[in-house]
């Protein structure tokens, strides 16, 4: 069975400071993987995706992510925060192909002025 | 964004009622999944459909039946609604092709009293 670990629940930052969330999975080959991020009261929308090749991977709003497979974490960045950034953060991860998606708890970003 | 709406948005209901929650898409998108979201534990999945009358079942289906008679829509029935059940529920749709993305709709609060 595969699993998806946010070890943060919340996360308190500094508008203009950096950010980092975290994401551990554990699965035996190397998943499709996923960053989507959920304003309040809305949808969740895509902000960044891996499958293969570089491992640092560049998406929405400034965001990347980095894939290290020895420490099975896909881990997102962003150098400074705006406080629009502030939402609720889900690590996914997928087997390759199979197209069903396994969530970890969420991460709350709450931006401070 | 994807054209994905889901209906109701809100609703409240008693225990021991059915009820059923209704998702269209106009993508024309060949995958429909249903999950629902709780604190501290993400997204999990409920149901999925690759295809017109092809379903099964995801992580957390008790308590739950899906049929999809047509591409565009994809119910989730509740069939004697719980409180266990008070929960935000999410369509999502994705082509199917393996490095695709998965999109979601703008959610269902579903409350069970």
């Known amino acids: 069975a595969q699993s998806v670990t946010q070890p943060d629940i919340h996360i308190t930052v500094s508008e203009g400071a950096s950010l980092e969330l975290r994401c551990n999975y554990s699965?035996?080959?190397?998943?499709?993987l996923f960053w989507y991020v959920q304003s309040p009261g809305q949808g969740l929308q895509l902000l960044l995706k891996?499958?293969?090749?570089?491992?640092l991977v560049q998406g929405i709003k400034g965001f990347e992510a980095e894939f290290k497979r020895s420490q099975s974490s896909f881990n997102l960045r962003k150098p400074s925060v705006h406080w629009s950034d502030a939402a609720e953060y889900f690590c996914?991860?997928?087997?390759?192909?199979?197209?069903?998606?396994?969530f970890g708890g969420g991460t709350r970003v709450l931006v401070k002025p | 964004d994807a054209g994905i709406t889901q209906s109701p948005r809100h609703k409240v209901t008693e225990t021991g009622t059915p009820v059923t929650l209704r998702c269209h898409q106009t993508e024309n998108h060949r995958y429909m999944y249903w999950y629902r979201q709780d604190p501290g534990h993400g997204l999990r999945l409920i149901h999925y459909?690759?295809?017109?009358?092809?379903?099964d079942k995801g992580e957390v289906s008790d308590g739950y039946s899906v049929s999809r008679s047509k591409t565009e829509d994809f119910l989730l029935t509740l069939e004697s609604a719980t409180s266990s059940q008070t929960s935000v529920y999410f369509c999502a749709i994705t082509s199917g092709a393996s490095t695709d993305t998965q999109y979601f709709g703008p959610g269902t609060r579903l409350t069970v009293l």
């Open positions: 996914a991860v997928d087997k390759a192909a199979g197209n069903k998606l396994t």
């Open positions: 699965y035996g080959a190397t998943p499709y």
């Open positions: 891996y499958f293969s090749g570089d491992t």
């Open positions: 459909s690759y295809g017109v009358k092809d379903t």
